[in-house]
């Protein structure tokens, strides 16, 4: 039996959404509006007003008149998947915008039901990312989600990029939602490389795309990993960023006429949050784990976004201005950042050893004003003078090259090495 066609008609235009008397459809369900010119226009429906569906285009609506024909697609929110996916550079609709044609193997749906939370597995497998400042004092978990919170400029993507690059997992999938277009070839050609895009898929809407497209890249991505989770794999997930998916639907809120909250974002925009980051975690076949960027709007960690993303994620990474434009690379402020599941994966000798290394640049920063104005007499504080003896071992180990991998074995001997030069 043929399926039954659900259609309506265009009624009203106005900024960002389209306004028509039917089709019959849900809220993120698609439709196309079929041009008087034989264009095809996707749509996403973003809510409904005074019995009319509003909808958002997914694409140019040069030609689109009143009285076009709008046509209900509720099947299209699936992306194909399969192994093809590797090494290939995706769209926001799962099209290939590399070259030619991905075999599919499956469809996975973009949207899944939220995971029941007595089904996911406990995180004690740690996650060897290749970066020392992280694999030393910031240890990860294969499963756990992780913000990277700085301003622009301080070597987010270089990071990201050298985390996909050297992470001992089996797949990375890499979502670039609002980035600028020229940005996206030079990160998958000197960021990513040749060795990483091996074995990742990079899904990208770039910030000249419409707002339910670049939201949608991210739900791709999400369903491209889930994908490779469900195959058994070890996955990292990377989506840069969490700032401009939020910019993304809050445009598509106050489009709909959500009241604007706090500075301007919609209550959307906090009830998304954690459907994104939850679909990351350690499950019976597999297991996802999250890298989330946060770009801070005028190095305020405080605004509205940062603080919604750190109370979901399992630890935060915090990028410091000032050590990014002094030349240090990764620009982790060590202090600042933390990894809720530290304790789980790392042993005791590099727990203990990390603890002195901590707690050495604690006593430095909290007399740092002292030591630089000379004001400090040597002999004063045993545990400072520790410090200060330690402070160039301790910044090498903190110190790293963006082309530079550590072994976990490489970086756990250096971090024992430095923790001997500090008391107990």
């Not at 770039?206 to 991210?218: F, M």
């Not at 809720?340 to 050893?353: F, G, T």
């Amino acid at each position: 039996m043929e399926p039954v066609i659900s259609c309506g008609h265009v009624t009203e235009l106005v900024g960002l959404v389209v306004e028509s008397r039917g089709p019959s459809a849900a809220i993120g369900d698609f439709c196309e509006l079929l041009t008087s010119t034989g264009r095809r226009v996707r749509a996403q429906v973003i809510g409904f007003r005074d019995g009319r569906v509003l909808s958002m285009p997914l694409e140019e609506i040069d030609g689109l008149s009143l009285g076009d024909l709008v046509v209900a697609r509720p099947g299209a929110a699936t992306v194909p998947v399969g192994p093809g996916l590797l090494g290939r550079v995706i769209d926001g609709f799962g099209n290939p915008i590399d070259g030619g044609p991905i075999a599919a193997e499956d469809f996975y749906a973009l949207y899944q039901a939220p995971q029941n939370p007595l089904d996911r597995e406990h995180i004690e497998e740690p996650l060897i990312t290749g970066i020392r400042a992280i694999d030393g004092l910031l240890t990860c978990g294969k499963g756990q989600r992780i913000g990277i919170f700085g301003g622009s400029g301080v070597g987010k993507s270089t990071l990201l990029g050298a985390m996909a690059r050297q992470s001992k997992t089996d797949v990375s999938v890499i979502c670039l939602v609002g980035e600028r277009n020229r940005e996206v070839r030079g990160f998958m050609e000197h960021e990513l490389g040749p060795e990483g895009s091996k074995k990742s898929v990079v899904v990208v809407a770039t910030s000249d795309r419409p707002a339910p497209l670049r939201v949608r890249a991210c739900f791709v991505a999400l369903a491209v990993a889930e994908y490779f989770r469900d195959q058994g794999k070890s996955v990292l997930l990377v989506m840069d960023s969490l700032t401009r998916l939020a910019m993304a639907q809050r445009e598509i809120g106050l489009a709909a006429g959500e009241p604007p909250s706090q500075k301007g974002y919609t209550p959307s925009v906090f009830n998304l949050l954690p459907k994104v980051c939850e679909r990351a975690g350690n499950f019976e076949r597999g297991s996802i784990t999250g890298f989330f960027t946060v770009l801070v709007e005028g190095d305020d960690f405080n605004e509205p976004i940062c603080d919604a993303v750190r109370a979901i994620l399992d630890g935060h990474i915090i990028l410091s201005r000032e050590l990014g434009a002094s030349g240090h690379f990764p620009a982790i402020q060590v202090l600042d950042s933390v990894s809720r599941l530290q304790a789980r994966v790392a042993n005791s000798e590099q727990k203990e050893n990390a603890r002195r290394m901590r707690e050495a640049l604690a006593t430095y920063r909290h007399s740092e004003d002292l030591i630089q104005l000379g004001a400090y007499a040597a002999g004063t504080n045993p545990r400072l003078d520790a410090s200060i003896r330690a402070r160039d071992q301790m910044m090498g180990f903190l110190r790293q090259g963006a082309q530079e991998a550590s072994p976990m074995s490489a970086t756990l001997e250096q971090l024992k090495k430095v923790a001997a030069l500090l008391p107990a």
